[in-house]
Nanobody, 125 residues
Framework: QVDLVESGGGSVQAGGSLRLSCAYS?????MSWIRQAPGREREGVAV???????SYADSVKGRFTISKDIAKNTLYLQMNSLKHEDTAMYYC??????????????????????RGQGTQVTVSS
């Protein structure tokens, strides 16, 4: 069992920034941020593997950065230039399986073995 606890969500105006944090109990091979807006399916936002390789959704490339502090057991998502359409519940997710790719986990957000409870991000236009 891997425990994932997100924090850092909140309300911000368009163009602003937020940094999400996810405290994890075990450093799984793939760690991700996924999001779900009301009435929409969950989508992968960013994925990072244990070798530091990362993948991003096209909608956030150049604006969001995923990173991990292994010493602090914490995953981050730095979100800059936020847009109204970034409004969603953001979840931290993890999976220990190897042999996959960051792109695969980005395209299959529901296939992670573990997911946290989420933190809400609201961007006002």
């Amino acid at each position: 069992q891997v425990d994932l606890v997100e924090s850092g969500g909140g309300s911000v105006q368009a163009g602003g920034s937020l940094r999400l944090s996810c405290a994890y109990s075990y450093n799984d091979y793939y760690m991700s941020w996924i999001r779900q807006a009301p009435g929409r399916e969950r989508e992968g936002v960013a994925v990072i593997d244990s070798d530091g390789r990362s993948s991003y959704a096209d909608s956030v490339k150049g604006r969001f950065t995923i990173s991990k502090d292994i010493a602090k057991n914490t995953l981050y998502l730095q979100m800059n230039s936020l847009k109204h359409e970034d409004t969603a519940m953001y979840y931290c997710a993890a999976d220990a399986r190897r042999g996959g790719t960051t792109d695969w986990f980005l395209r299959n957000p529901d296939r992670h073995s573990y997911r946290g409870q989420g933190t809400q991000v609201t961007v006002s236009s």
